[in-house]
């Protein structure tokens, strides 16, 4: 697991930066859809999961793997919008 990770997010910005705050590198880029920002992140079972609130009304669930980089896979999302279609 990456016990040493830091993301980072932008305003006015669709990417997550994921950096190794031990060896000082840029892991990831990872690029949310357009005119969508993170607004909050939030690590769920020991940095397994990734949760990311943002400004569009979802909280997008990511988990990580590593073989020789660092992955990032979309496992769910909510939708916590009043008018859900």
Avoid: I, K
């Amino acid at each position: 697991m990456f016990h040493n990770l830091l993301v980072v997010g932008g305003a006015y910005s669709n990417q997550l930066y994921f950096f190794s705050y031990e060896s000082c590198h840029l892991l990831l880029v990872y690029s949310l859809a357009p005119d969508v920002e993170a607004t909050a992140l939030a690590f769920l079972n020991g940095f397994s999961l990734l949760a990311v609130a943002t400004n569009n009304n979802y909280v997008l669930f990511f988990r990580f793997s590593h073989q020789q980089n660092l992955q990032l896979t979309l496992v769910g999302y909510v939708n916590l919008s009043h008018d859900q279609q």
